[in-house]
């Protein structure tokens, strides 16, 4: 790869792997879209304060949810903030405390949904380069599937009620 994906090594390293695999799904609904890119944050406000402070990376589902990195504060590692769900139906959460559990979270291969968390338990078919990515993610990191991942639902509610706070100050989050 000659030209970097984004100035986040984690991310240009799933960049490779998926660019590897080829047209396939590793993670229900997930693919990795223009870094910094347009998430529909505009619809959430316009407020260059509000918008400024969030990095589009990857669509969450195939009906137009979005992830994004949110910056809440100046850390120099971007691999290390939180990552929001961006969704299109009104939903706006973190869903992960940093990529790596994002990065985790994406082994359950199943859509995010806002109530819980993915339904890891009907999981009966996994798609098409889910047994990779695993793969993938022990090599590369040493990461492995959460054993409870409502461990990890639970763990960011820290950062989500940090979010909510910080992002009410623009938006009406009662509804989500």
Known sequence: MSESYAPVPELNLLKEFQDHLG???????????EYDGDAGLHTW???PGF????IPFAKANGSGSDYALWRCDDRTDLATLPVVFVGDEGDLYVIARDLRELFRLLTI??????EGFFGYEAVEEHSQGHAEFVTWLDRTFGLHPPEDPD????????????????AGRF???GDC
């Open 23 to 33: 047209p396939a799904f590793y993670s229900e609904g997930f693919e990795l879209v």
């Open 45 to 47: 406000s316009e407020d």
């Open 51 to 54: 918008l400024s402070r969030f």
């Open 109 to 114: 291969d199943r859509e995010p949904v806002s």
């Open 151 to 166: 461990a990890l639902w639970n763990a960011r509610k820290e950062h989500d009620d940090r979010f909510r706070a910080w």
């Open 171 to 173: 938006t009406d989050l």
